[in-house]
């Protein structure tokens, strides 16, 4: 269930547009929740979930570094 959540929410980064980016709830929601998550989860000894937490930290990097600097 990890690793089909991970796909899950590499998909929505990867695909969503501007509107992710814009709304305050989701970025706070990324902050809170997802950057806790992905250091937890880029750890693992698990490569598929460690692949998935490294193909999410990307995203974030390419597409909401603005939102995620303290962050990141």
Avoid: D, P
């Avoid at 490569?47 to 962050?71: G, N, P």
């Amino acid at each position: 269930s990890k690793i089909l959540s991970l796909q899950l929410i590499l998909s929505v980064l990867q695909n969503g547009g501007e509107v992710f980016c814009s709304n305050e709830i989701f970025v706070s929601a990324m902050k809170q929740y997802l950057c806790v998550a992905l250091s937890q989860n880029g750890v693992s000894s698990i490569t598929e979930v460690f692949e998935l937490s490294l193909a999410i930290f990307i995203s974030l990097l390419t597409k909401y570094k603005r939102h995620l600097k303290s962050q990141i």
